[in-house]
């Protein structure tokens, strides 16, 4: 199966900052998809990057709070806009292959 | 749309014990399924998945689970757990046809293993 590498694993970050977070897959995939998990809560999909396509947003997230960049079709970005405290959450990146999905280690952001 | 429930959101037991961790989903199309691991401070690692076939699937630690489509069910089973099994364990569905598509997530099951 595919491997993703996340960067960074954590961060704090002040409020009203951005932060970038980069996913890299070694293989070729189609389909990356941006979860969150906030503090003992499950995953909440944020949105899904083809490559070459505008990515998609599930309800309640927007570009411009979380734009992502899907330039090729190994590597991704999700960028947390203007944050707040409430951002403070575990952010996913996974990855569709022909065993399933994929999932990176997360990012642990914290906003002070 | 597919939605997962976990009907248990902590489960203690004690070393070598066998275990069971709920899991029940509604779709109104043929689903897969997944069971995954979260081990503190970590990612999520698949533990098994059912496409199709077998309704019985093994996977990674010696978890194993059945797929029910009458009960709309899809249990995960260990028959003895150690300490290392304490993690959260979340099931998960996606819809059966069409290509991959999102994952739906259950709220999670914390699996606490008691010496």
């Known amino acids: 199966s595919a491997v993703i590498s996340q960067k960074p694993s954590r961060d704090i970050c002040q409020r009203g900052t951005s932060l970038t977070i980069q996913c890299q897959v070694d293989?070729?995939?189609?389909?990356m998809f941006w979860y969150r998990q906030q503090p003992g809560q499950s995953l909440t999909l944020i949105a899904t990057?083809?490559?070459?396509?505008?990515?998609?947003?599930e309800s309640g997230f927007v570009i411009d709070k979380f734009p992502i960049s899907r330039p090729n079709l190994t590597f991704s970005t999700l960028t947390v806009s203007n944050m707040s405290p409430e951002d403070s959450s575990i952010y996913l990146c996974?990855?569709?292959?022909?065993?399933?999905?994929?999932f990176g280690s997360g990012t642990r952001l914290t906003v002070v | 749309a597919q939605s997962v429930t976990q009907l248990d959101s902590q489960v203690p037991v004690f070393e070598e014990a066998p275990v069971e961790l709920r899991c029940n989903y509604s779709?109104?199309?043929?689903?897969?399924l997944f069971w995954y691991v979260q081990y503190p401070n970590q990612g999520l690692q698949l533990l098994l998945k059912?496409?199709?076939?077998?309704?019985l699937v093994k996977g990674i630690n010696g978890f194993e689970a059945e797929f029910n489509k009458s009960q709309t069910s899809f249990h995960l089973r260990k028959p003895s757990v150690h300490i290392s099994d304490t993690a959260e364990y979340f099931c998960?569905?996606?819809?059966?046809?069409?290509?991959?598509?999102?994952?739906?997530f259950g709220t999670g099951t914390k699996l606490q293993v008691i010496p």
């Open positions: 996974s990855v569709v292959t022909a065993d399933g999905y994929t």
């Open positions: 293989s070729q995939v189609t389909m």
């Open positions: 990057a083809n490559q070459g396509s505008e990515a998609t947003y």
């Open positions: 779709s109104s199309v043929s689903v897969y």
């Open positions: 059912y496409l199709s076939g077998s309704t």
């Open positions: 998960a569905v996606t819809r059966g046809s069409g290509g991959y598509q999102k994952v739906t």
